[in-house]
């Protein structure tokens, strides 16, 4: 991607001095004074080097014993967790605490439960209490109980522990000493280290090509995996956040684990091959897509509360969590077993499953089916299988209480099998035989009794194509809002590949009391671009993507009459273009309409129901000399509060910083800096991450929340060295002197822009 110089001050202050506490920053196992020499070292110094231990007072303390707030802390910065929960229920975790935005995000996580309205974050941390945690943490399902007989003290382990208990020791994560699990005592330092060692043996930079021994972690937003071969579990952690991830000519040879992704996708592309993928994200939607060549056979959904979609070509789909909505679009699935209650399944227009079945302990399950599936196989009670209309289902066998089969689609048979009880299908011209121990299927005609056949009324409608809603009723307004902005998502990505001067993001819909509206956000990075261009450039695309979709009748721009879309109305693009010239008078570039908010409002009808939705378009001014005033505004600031530490000079895209006090360390300067950081990001939300030199990129919200573990480990990790080692808390600002160092920052629309910061110090 083309990089452009801006952005600075946001970041400065975390290049400019490494601004970290000797208690935080996660300096080389070297700088500990009490580093074992035993077993543990080489644990004990990955724990370090990833983050996971800090450390204090130039002390490791091994032989230490960790309470539940220091272990929440640690796995929540081994996955990357930034999201947060309300747990101000619990009455045992002040405010004020350290731990407190740690433990918010452990039960986020769900990680930690507590129990009776407290979490204990104090309290030392048992052996069989850490197995579990880490057990959800990497979504391992409970082991066999029997498997801890092995262990002399199997018994000693709690009811609520066996399962997660035995499923580290069968995978020999965990491998007792002794012969015993000692489950009830407390954990060391040390002896987690080993254990978090033995999970992960590799955290993935943003790229990564190579080998992996063991269990591999990605925890930043963007990361692509090319031609990668792990030898273990590939765990996208909550760090991804809503990104996406490209995995492409891999091989995963354990479990591909979710925990972070969004809509844009986890793509699954080229020749990789991926036996198990286990859909884990506690919240937000997240996409699943297979591309090209690529063999994923089963995908587990197994956690979650959003939309979990899945594209592409898949084996097997089992959703084992209760209450999450499913989707399969442009999907080709042999296989989908629903084996949690509550389930949400829908085959859109253009997916094809072979067989759907639904466990007997999946009660009230919703299966609405758009495309083709060949047989529905139901066991579990209170289960509802919607055809649309365009819709095909070949057969629906249910031998459970109180199946439903409805809809307008065409569903060619129904049995009802030994079991059925309370059976009812009106979906038209479907063919009913009821077995002998079944009870009798209601139907819009009547009853189909036991040992009898029979079928419903009417004409069916599928396998025409077309899609849209099911059932006779008319659809919702708000249903058919959610429908267009999906539609209008997918084809963003169209209308940005005709503009290298500018980005549009993703919609996001804003809902406040009875309005509704879509908020779309415009980069712009080239002001001088011409209007007329721009329109050239974009209005194509636009007018193809509103007539495609297929709802849309007519279109509103500012305060322009309806026009309408028919594809028919030969002078749509001049009434666009006198629309716009309307809304922004004399305008002649990008220039005249920075600032200012443009509402394309579209009005759609669909099977008997009228909805409109308004569309705010934001444009705000990304290009190099605005982005370069407003980091020159947050250096100042910055700078001002450091005056007898070091000054500054902006000049050619590079940041000069003049150590006036070379004898001061890096902690030294920590406070002023991060405060006054944090205020300066405040000012801003215009970007998504940060690279400093050689690093992993940094989160807006690790910025935003003084994310101490990920600045220190990318200051760290910059390239900047004191001597023969890594930059650390104790450098004195004089070894910075003559170094440099390259900063990226990424803003929302994926743009990039570089700057330069350069250290002098000069003795009297």
């Keep these: ?47 370090i080097n990833n983050g996971l231990l800090n450390g204090s007072d130039g002390k490791i303390n091994a032989s230490g014993l960790l309470t539940r707030a220091e272990l929440a802390a640690i796995v929540n910065r081994a996955f990357g967790a930034t999201k947060t929960a309300d747990i101000s229920s619990y009455t045992d975790v002040p405010a004020s605490a350290w731990y407190y935005a740690d433990m918010q995000k452990a039960v986020h996580m769900g990680t930690f439960e507590g129990s009776n309205g407290k979490l204990s974050p104090a309290s030392a941390i048992t052996r069989q209490e850490a197995f579990t945690v880490l057990a959800r943490a990497f979504s391992l399902a409970d082991g066999s109980a029997s498997s801890l007989s092995k262990f ?103 479990r591909l684990v979710v925990r972070g992704g969004g809509v844009h996708s986890i793509i699954i592309s080229g020749s990789t091959e991926i036996g198990t993928v286990v859909v884990s994200k506690v919240d937000g939607n997240v996409r699943v897509a297979t591309e090209g060549n690529a063999k994923v056979q089963t995908i587990v959904v197994d956690d979650g509360k959003d939309d979990v979609i899945i594209e592409g070509t898949v084996g097997k789909v089992e959703i084992a969590s209760a209450n999450v909505p499913v989707v399969l679009q442009n999907a080709k699935v042999d296989e989908v077993v629903v084996s949690a209650a509550g ?32 047989t529905v196989a139901v066991q579990g009670d209170n289960a509802t299988v919607t055809a649309e209309k365009g819709a095909t289902i070949a057969k629906v066998q249910t031998a459970a209480a109180n199946t439903e089969v409805k809809g307008d689609g065409k569903v060619t048979k129904v049995e009802a099998q030994a079991g059925s009880t309370g059976a009812k299908v009106t979906t038209p011209g479907t063919s009913i035989t009821v077995d002998k121990g079944a009870d009798a299927v209601k139907t819009d ?12 009324s009417g004409t069916t409608t599928g396998g025409g194509g077309g899609g849209g809603g099911g059932g006779s009723s008319a659809p919702s307004a708000e249903s058919l809002r ?30 406040n009391s009875d309005i509704y509206e879509v908020s779309v956000d415009v980069e712009i990075y080239d002001v001088t671009k011409g209007l007329a261009s721009v329109a050239q450039d974009v209005l194509s695309p636009v007018i193809k993507i509103v007539q495609d979709y297929g709802q849309i009748t007519t279109i509103k721009i500012a305060d322009s009459d309806n026009i309408s879309i028919a594809a028919d109305n030969a002078d749509l693009s001049t009434q666009i273009i006198s629309a ?72 050619d895209n590079t940041l000069t ?32 991450t940060l690279k400093i030199g050689e690093s992993d990129a940094l ?15 990318a200051i760290k990790n910059s390239g900047l060295m004191d001597g023969d080692k890594k930059v650390g808390g104790n450098t004195k600002l004089s070894v910075l002197n003559a170094q440099k160092v390259d900063v990226v920052v990424t803003s929302r629309g994926g743009h990039e822009y570089k700057y330069t910061v350069a250290f002098v110090y000069t003795t009297a």
């Design 482 to 511: 959610a429908d267009l902005l999906a539609a209008v998502k997918a084809k963003i990505p169209e209308v940005n590949d005709n503009m290298d001067y500018a980005t549009l993001l993703d919609p996001e819909a804003v809902e």
């Design 343 to 374: 389930a949400d399944v829908t085959v859109d227009k253009n997916s094809t499953v072979k067989t759907v079945t639904v466990d007997s302990a999946a009660a009230n399950t919703a299966l609405t089916v758009a495309g083709k599936v060949d």
């Design 699 to 713: 989160t807006y919200d690790q910025i935003k929340d003084k994310d101490l573990v990920a600045l220190v480990a």
């Design 445 to 456: 005609k009547g009853t189909v009794e036991p040992g009898k056949t029979g079928s419903t």
């Design 657 to 688: 910083v003049n150590i006036t006090d070379g004898d001061k360390s890096v902690k030294d300067v920590y406070t002023i800096m991060s405060d006054t950081l944090a205020i300066e990001l405040a000012k801003y939300n215009d970007f998504t």
């Design 580 to 651: 716009i010239k309307g809304w922004i008078p004399g305008g002649k570039t990008l220039a005249d309409v920075v600032g200012k908010d443009l509402t394309v409002t579209l009005n759609g009808s669909s099977r008997g129901t009228d909805y409109s939705v308004p569309y705010t378009l934001h444009f705000k001014d990304m290009s190099d000399a605005a982005i370069n005033g407003r980091a020159q505004e947050s250096m100042k600031a910055v700078f001002d509060q450091l005056t007898d530490v070091a000054t500054s000079e902006w000049a």
């Design 1 to 47: 991607m083309k990089l452009h110089r801006k952005l600075a001050g946001l970041v400065s202050a975390a290049v400019v001095l490494s601004s970290l506490s000797v208690g935080a920053f996660a300096a080389s196992p070297s700088d500990f004074a009490d580093m074992p020499s035993d077993w543990s070292r080489p644990a004990l110094e990955n724990a």
């Design 152 to 254: 002399s003290d199997a018994s000693a382990v709690s009811s609520w522990a066996k399962g997660p208990v035995a499923a580290l020791t069968e995978a020999g994560y965990v491998n007792g000493s002794g012969g015993k699990l000692n489950p009830t005592a407390s954990i060391t330092r040390a002896e987690f280290a080993q254990i978090a060692d033995n999970l992960v043996s590799a955290y993935l930079p943003k790229e990564y090509t190579g080998t992996a021994d063991g269990n591999a972690m990605v925890r930043e937003a963007g990361a692509v995996l090319d031609k990668a071969d792990i030898k273990g579990d590939l765990i996208l952690g909550d760090g991804v956040g809503d990104g996406n991830v490209t995995i492409r000519d891999s091989k995963v040879s354990g």
